[in-house]
């Protein structure tokens, strides 16, 4: 009996990724001229070709000297991924004419990178927002130092080259074959960045060129282990791009190899505009680049005390971080994956809760939700590249913590709190100050609040909201609380009405 022959379905995507990453240094990595690219700075509003120095710009006799800090950065993200850091790595001349390099090679590291293996953890999309999605591990295969090249913006029939950007110190970093699918392209971007920023060893900021991304991609039939030829797809910088690119290029393939076509190993370009990728040239091997040893830089050796040393500059790992948070503090997961992303945000979050560590889940809602509101809606904080540190000056994490004990304690109700809240942010006022000028003080007058409870529940116009509670419409309960609220202008404690209603309801 004769096999069905394949279908699209029969399929699978094999996607291996190299990710270009700018590292955060103030000087380039082999020259001494800066580059001034941090969060806040947009490379396109620095006057072209302003950031160079003879050695960017390869002036005869300019030699290079390599940056300790973009070392010791690539370093760091070794021991973040849990790569091993070898004991010696060297730099090579990766050789090709292209007018965005002013040497005609690139300083590049081919034989001896600066890191071997390591893992990146990633999470997958769930069905829902709000639960946690499958985890994955990816290995890397490599990670190596090298330098960025210059920028072409091209006309109609011309041109410009910029090289501010040459020489900056770019990590580029290189998965093994273990994506399956254009969703785990894009968690892994995502993970690796959130990594890369929380370890302060790049911005990521894909906008501004820091973070661009290489996509290898083949296809196979299921359950086969052998790798085919692959295209790669080069300088895709956004990560919907990525997903983009991977989609379509995993249809072409499986549509070419269902017609009998044989693919070709090459290097192909990605239109977003168009949403295809185009042939640009066949896949090139190393020896086409005729990499040899760079002369001019000399061999390094990285030190077990040195490793030791930039070990311990390292942070919490992200999703090592949201487990704690998880056990430690029994937060939800809505929470966790709102703060994880952002560094500064955990340690305000850990700060304020060293102030009043009784309720961690009201300190993360206040900063998940009020917080990160306020700061949206805030255009001079959207504006800063850390406002999350800026906003602390106006709501110090002391003055937080105080504002949820003040609520914890019945001072204030939780919608009493959230008003004092945005005053706090407005005006940088501490809650106990607001909370005397405002008159809040909740109004725990047991025997006041049931004299208002009995008024209420008396009316001829609660007689059906009764008739509604006693049928089992419990939720009824809220429409009789309006009335003793509105007569205490807000200050009664609602859980002190809630349950004089309920007692007096039984009683009927």
Request: net charge neutral; aromatic share 6%.
């Amino acid at each position: 009996m004769t096999a069905a022959a394949p279908t699209a379905a029969d399929y699978e995507t094999v996607i291996g990724l190299e990710v270009h990453v700018q590292l955060k240094t103030h000087a380039k990595v082999f020259a001494g001229a800066p580059y001034l690219h941090g969060g806040t700075v947009n490379p396109s509003e620095i006057t072209p070709n302003t950031l160079t120095d003879p050695v960017v710009l390869a002036l005869p006799g300019a030699l290079p000297v390599l940056n300790k800090a973009a070392l010791e950065q690539s370093i760091r993200f070794g021991l973040t991924t849990n790569a091993q850091i070898p004991a010696f790595c060297n730099w090579d001349r990766k050789n090709y004419f292209y007018p965005d390099s002013p040497k005609n090679y690139q300083i590049s590291q081919k034989d001896h990178p600066v890191t071997l293996g390591g893992e990146v953890e990633i999470e997958l999309p769930a069905p829902s927002r709000n639960i946690m999605g499958e985890h994955k591990i990816i290995r890397l295969n490599h990670a190596h130092l090298e330098e960025d090249v210059g920028k072409l913006t091209h006309a109609a029939s011309s041109s410009l080259i910029d090289f501010n950007r040459a020489g900056a110190a770019l990590l580029e970093i290189v998965t093994e074959p273990d994506l399956r699918s254009p969703d785990e392209a894009a968690a892994f971007l995502n993970a690796l960045r959130i990594l890369l920023v929380s370890a302060n060893i790049s911005h990521c900021d894909m906008e501004k060129g820091q973070m661009r991304c290489d996509a290898n991609v083949s296809v196979r039939l299921r359950g086969e282990t052998r790798l085919n030829n692959r295209a790669e797809i080069k300088n895709l910088n956004s990560i919907s791009g990525v997903k983009n690119a991977i989609e379509y290029e995993a249809r072409r393939q499986i549509r070419e190899t269902l017609a009998g076509q044989t693919l070709p190993q090459e290097t192909r370009g990605w239109n977003a505009n168009s949403n295809r990728s185009y042939p640009l040239r066949s896949k090139e091997d190393a020896h086409d680049y005729r990499y040899f040893p760079d002369p001019d830089l000399m061999p390094v050796r990285v030190s077990a005390a040195d490793i030791a040393r930039l070990a311990d500059s390292l942070p919490e790992r992200p999703f090592d971080r949201q487990r704690r948070y998880a056990q430690q503090y029994k937060l939800p997961y809505t929470l966790t994956s709102v703060l994880i992303p952002d560094r500064p945000l955990c340690e305000y979050f850990e700060t304020a809760l060293a102030f009043y560590p009784d309720n961690p889940t009201s300190l993360a809602n206040f900063i998940a939700n009020d917080f990160l509101g306020a700061l949206a809606a805030d255009p001079e904080m959207r504006s800063l590249h850390s406002p999350v540190e800026a906003a602390s000056l106006r709501i110090p994490p002391a003055q937080l913590a105080s504002l949820v004990k003040l609520t914890d304690q019945g001072t204030i109700s939780r919608q009493q709190a959230r008003e004092v809240f945005v005053e706090m942010f407005a005006t940088g006022q501490t809650p106990e100050s607001i909370i005397s000028a405002r008159g809040l003080h909740q109004n725990t007058d047991t025997s006041a609040i049931e004299a208002l409870v009995r008024e209420t529940l008396a009316l001829p116009s609660s007689a059906k909201t009764i008739a509604e509670i006693k049928a089992g419409n419990l939720k009824a309960i809220n429409s009789l609380k309006g009335p003793i609220m509105k007569a205490t202008k807000g200050t009664a404690n609602p859980a002190l009405v809630d349950k004089l209603l309920r007692k007096h309801l039984e009683a009927l």
